[in-house]
């Protein structure tokens, strides 16, 4: 994806430094959200369905639950390690 493309629609000027912040920002969101299903997807499922059916058992349910909150409270404690880490 051009990161010029939809802000220059109709106009020559280049973005603005705030609207490719923005943008950047989206397509971080993305790949998160991307990591983060595949995580799931790759780790947890395959850690806690060990027979796939139809449905989840209540033991998959709870195990692929827990495994995508541990999940969640790493990616939170790396993220706030990587912050704090950023000179000011």
Do not use: H, W
């Amino acid at each position: 994806m051009d990161p010029f493309s939809s802000s220059m629609s109709g106009s020559s000027r280049p973005p603005s430094p705030e609207a490719l912040a923005e943008q950047v920002q989206s397509q971080l969101a993305q790949v998160y959200m991307e990591e983060f299903f595949n995580t799931v997807r790759d780790k947890c499922f395959t850690k806690c369905v060990t027979k796939p059916s139809s449905s989840l058992s209540g033991s998959e349910s709870s195990c692929i639950s827990r495994c995508v909150d541990r999940y969640i409270e790493a990616t939170g404690i790396v993220s706030r390690a990587v912050v704090s880490s950023i000179p000011r």
